[in-house]
T-cell receptor, first 115, second 112 residues
Framework: TAGITQAPTSQILAAGRSMTLRCTQD?????MYWYRQDLGLGLRLIHY???????GKGEVPDGYSVSRANTDDFPLTLASAVPSQTSVYFC??????????????FGEGSRLTVL | KNQVEQSPQSLIILEGKNCTLQ??????????LRWYKQDTGRGPVSLTI?????NTKSNGRYTATLDADTKQSSLHITASQLSDSASYIC???????????FGKGTRLSVIA
């Protein structure tokens, strides 16, 4: 089973350019999330979507935007990349946002380097 | 402030040996605690999830314990294998629709 698919796997981007990281899940999960993982820090939530058509800001939303046009897709866009956005980005999903013990599934990550 | 602290930061053990990883948290009100395994270059994969009423849960050679009174959890790995080499991340959830709080992880290296 595919689960969560992220693309691209890695990307080098010039500062000031825009970039969209793609995330698709085939589990029909309602809730989806974007995290960034940096050395020496725990995973930090960027944006989330509890259900198709809704989005919300996480802990570190500045410089990022998301959309949730349907259940399966949750793209993350950097409108004008800066070097501090160099990170590994993980998309995750859960069946229901309100299910406290619901398992959170992660994609394999997208490594982004902004020069 | 809700925080999750993990120790040690890194650990090297011989294949076949046991080890225990620690997680202390200040997240309140507590809902559940999860342990994830993250192989290098991969996404985290869930090992266990424990609620307030559970004080131990096993998944093969992995056993997690939870003491909700002292706000501590441990992950014990028995008879370690080379494939156990990974980062182990403790994640705590508060009640309500609040973001999960992630620890920085413990980097475990199992050597032959």
């Amino acid at each position: 089973t595919a689960g969560i698919t992220q693309a691209p796997t890695s990307q080098i981007l010039a500062a000031g350019r825009s970039m969209t990281l793609r995330c698709t899940q085939d589990m029909r999960h309602n809730a989806m999330y974007w995290y960034r993982q940096d050395l020496g820090l725990g995973l930090r939530l960027i944006h989330y979507s509890n259900t198709a058509g809704t989005t919300g800001k996480g802990e570190v939303p500045d410089g990022y935007s998301v959309s949730r046009a349907n259940t399966d897709d949750f793209p993350l866009t950097l409108a004008s990349a800066v070097p501090s956005q160099t990170s590994v980005y993980f998309c995750a999903s859960k069946q229901y946002a309100g299910a406290m013990t619901g398992e959170l599934f992660f994609g394999e990550g997208s490594r982004l380097t902004v020069l | 402030k809700n925080q999750v602290e993990q120790s040690p930061q890194s650990l090297i053990i011989l294949e076949g040996k046991n080890c225990t990883l620690q997680c202390n948290y200040t997240v309140s009100p507590f809902s559940n605690l999860r342990w994830y395994k993250q192989d290098t270059g991969r996404g985290p994969v869930s090992l266990t999830i424990m609620t307030f009423s559970e004080n131990t849960k096993s998944n093969g050679r992995y056993t997690a314990t939870l003491d909700a009174d002292t706000k501590q959890s441990s992950l014990h790995i028995t008879a370690s294998q080379l494939s156990d080499s990974a980062s182990y991340i403790c994640v705590v959830s508060a009640t309500g629709n609040t973001p999960l709080v992630f620890g920085k992880g413990t980097r475990l290296s199992v050597i032959a």
